[in-house]
């Protein structure tokens, strides 16, 4: 057995070299140059989902992680920067039971939606435009909302209230076929 000679010094690899290194760049950044991913939050009906995208870092990150999430919904305005909130409102597409209210803070939304058909309402401005997508296990949903060149999203917006996700109006109760009927047959003349 050989023992260590007092003038021997522990050997450092390329690898550790190459961690300390980066743990001293990453540690002379000042924090608002680090990169931050945006929050994973979770709708009131308990959908988990993300927004953002709205600098170059936040979209390619969001870009990249979007394959791993069950939809994705795209927001834009030709000539235009989108501006925050928007506002999605996701339904079963064969119920119309609503499945998520949220709003994003940013031109892309990830959501956890469970496989199915869904209608995605999304509104900035008083202006909600439509779109149907389907998510199965193997495909993610993938919808992109263009507004019109036309809108005026500036003046739309100032005119409207502010919302925020403290503010969101509670969805209005389901109608169902059997309620309707019920409701028809209960009123007396």
Not at 13 to 27: G, K, P, R
Not at 87 to 114: K, T, Y
Not at 174 to 185: C, N, P
């Amino acid at each position: 057995m050989t023992t260590p000679s007092r003038n021997s010094r522990p050997s450092f690899d390329a690898s550790s070299a190459l961690a300390c290194l980066c743990l001293a760049f990453c540690a002379a950044l000042p924090a608002h140059a680090l990169p931050s991913n945006p929050p994973i939050l979770v709708a009131q009906q308990g959908v988990e989902y993300m927004s953002g995208g709205a600098n170059k870092d936040e979209a390619a990150f969001m870009a990249m992680v979007s394959p791993r999430w069950a939809a994705t919904f795209e927001f834009g305005l030709k000539n235009a920067r989108l501006p925050a909130p928007v506002r999605v409102v996701v339904h079963n597409a064969s119920n119309g039971d609503l499945i998520m209210d949220a709003l994003s803070s940013g031109p892309v939304m990830l959501a956890r939606l469970e496989p199915g058909a869904y209608d995605v309402d999304v509104t900035v401005g008083g202006l909600t435009l439509t779109q149907s997508i389907s998510v199965s296990i193997d495909v993610p949903g993938h919808a992109v909302f263009n507004w019109p060149s036309n809108f005026d999203m500036v003046a739309a917006t100032q005119a409207a209230a502010p919302v925020t996700a403290q503010t969101l109006p509670a969805p209005a109760p389901q109608v169902t076929e059997a309620s309707r009927t019920t409701a028809m047959l209960s009123v007396k003349h």
